[in-house]
């Protein structure tokens, strides 16, 4: 059989799969699945932009708007269950109390993300594609809102280890969606001919044009600064017999090598609060030997506990205290907590008082011999917004943000990397660099151009020094944020609606 005969008898097999609804929505799915390889870790954004192309035409085939939604509900249904893969593992960090509730977590938070996508399809249906590409960036925009906010996994994701990335300083991870969803969409319209042609030559066009190139050499005179990565598992990190061990790694890593300008320790670095720390937190100052101190730590203020951030000086002081603001739902606290302790659910990663509090904001903090530091606990670091309004400009202006995590609950497969990766994304946004130390990986310091300039990988014990990349001008994205963003959504909205209503008056005539 020749190969024309193949297509001769494969496309008409596909259209009568695409006109029936639960194929269509099967189809959509795998789509959905294949499209997500574009994230961390796998980057296999080239396979993203032919399979929005391909639930482009899928949705072609829906006549109602039920088939609409189901379309645009299986293309996320299969977008998430790969992307969000690893949200199971907190659960089963502790099974035998919390491994009943993964399965649920799964349905819900990718079923639910999920309907984002289906409602952006049930009103965009027979509307133009530039109309639903400008719904569904908008509704990924809404997604980091609701809710308290879920802004992972988002289709302009796939382009953070590619040049493309660097329009991010213009428009953030909004701007990389619009790319990501436009370009296929663009595609489309021309001929399905062109479909992997055109956003092939555009992604090369923009690799050639925005490519940063290599990091360049640190200058003599930049602050050294010490990432500290101890490799305590989740599962072991508040067991009493590890504790002395786990708190020895981090003595032995911060006194090895030169003396750095800064020592950084990761999220909860101590298993004891801070009023109970004194004597570890002397040890550590000593191990830093007139560095400053920046680490991780949980208090206690009364009845209320805080997931927080301080800075010791070289003789013991602490010069600067940060309280978490942006806690995780169901890990730091449970909404309506009272009636969900009747069910025995608690916060996962609370281990003090049964829920944290939050902080007043995200706001600079000074670090010794470094100046204002912008910090960020774990979860934080998602937020573009927040760290946009907490980043002012002028004197006030971070040199640096400092990121303390604690990765050990998103297991070994692809949520630490897309943390990571996010981390990236918000140095490139910002135009500043970001030190980040993980419990477990991945730790690394981050230039303004989102280049990665030292690393230490997952699943490894260790201490990198690192020289602090300079911060750059204040691009667009930061002193903006996503107004520029939403007006041209409009814009596009509004040609898309006219250019439908032009469809429609000429089928008429």
């Not at 006109?19 to 189809?27: F, I, N, S, T």
């Not at 101590?270 to 009023?275: E, I, N, S, T, V």
């Not at 004197?395 to 990236?424: C, E, I, K």
């Not at 477990?440 to 990665?452: L, P």
Request: contains cysteine.
């Amino acid at each position: 059989m020749t190969s024309g005969t193949l297509r001769a008898t494969a496309r008409p097999t596909a259209r009568r799969l695409a006109a029936r609804p639960w194929p269509r929505v099967g189809l959509a799915a795998v789509a959905g699945v294949v499209a997500a390889l574009g994230l961390a870790p796998w980057g296999l954004w080239w396979l993203t932009l032919p399979a929005v192309v391909l639930v482009l035409v899928l949705r072609r085939f829906a006549t109602t708007r039920r088939g609409a939604f189901l379309v645009g509900w299986g293309f996320g249904a299969g977008w998430f269950g790969l992307g969000l893969s690893w949200i199971i593992e907190p659960f089963f960090v502790d099974a035998a109390r919390d491994g009943w509730m993964a399965p649920f977590a799964v349905v819900l938070l990718c079923g639910g993300l999920a309907l984002f996508w289906g409602a952006v399809f049930t009103l965009a249906h027979r509307r133009g594609t530039g109309g639903l590409v400008a719904l569904w960036v908008a509704a990924e925009m809404a997604r980091g809102v609701v809710f308290t906010g879920f802004p992972w996994a988002m289709p302009g994701h796939v382009f953070i280890d590619t040049p493309v990335a660097q329009l991010a300083a213009l428009g953030g991870a909004p701007l990389l969606t619009l790319i990501a969803l436009g370009l296929p969409a663009a595609a489309l319209a021309i001929g399905l001919r062109a479909s992997l042609a055109i956003p092939v030559l555009a992604s090369i066009g923009a690799w050639i044009a925005l490519d940063p190139g290599a990091a360049p050499m640190p200058v003599p005179e930049a602050p050294i600064v010490r990432l500290v990565q101890p490799n305590a598992a989740q599962s072991l990190k508040w067991d009493p017999k590890w504790l002395p061990v786990f708190h020895e790694r981090l003595m032995e890593l911060t006194r090895q090598g030169d003396v750095p300008d800064l020592v950084v320790w990761p999220e909860t670095a101590l298993p004891w609060l801070l009023d109970q720390s004194g004597d570890s937190l002397a040890q550590g100052v000593d191990a830093a030997r007139g560095a400053a101190l920046a680490l991780g730590i949980q208090r206690r203020d009364g009845a209320r506990y805080y997931n927080s951030a301080i800075v010791v000086d070289a003789a013991g002081e602490i010069t600067s205290l940060y309280d978490k603001t942006h806690l995780v739902p169901f890990g730091e606290y449970i909404p309506f907590g009272e009636v969900a302790a009747r069910f025995g659910i608690q916060g996962l990663a609370a281990s003090e008082g049964g829920g944290y509090t939050p902080g007043p904001g995200l706001h600079p903090v000074s670090v010794p011999g470094i100046g204002l530091a912008l910090p960020l606990i774990c979860y934080e670091g998602i937020f573009a917004g927040e760290i946009n309004a907490a980043a002012a400009t002028g004197a006030l202006r971070p040199r640096l943000m400092l990121l303390m995590t604690n990765d050990a609950w998103f297991g070994t497969v692809s949520g630490p990397y897309q943390h990571f990766a996010q981390a990236r994304l918000r140095a490139i946004e910002q135009r500043m660099p970001m030190a980040r130390v993980a419990n477990t990986g991945v730790s690394g310091m981050i230039d303004a151009m989102g280049r990665v300039t030292a690393r230490i990988e997952l699943g490894k014990m260790g201490a990198v020094d690192a020289a602090l990349p300079p911060r750059g001008p204040t691009p667009g994205y930061a002193r903006w944020g996503d107004a520029p963003m939403l007006v041209l959504l409009l814009l596009l909205a509004a040609v898309g609606w006219r250019h439908n209503r032009l469809d429609r008056d000429q089928d008429g005539a």
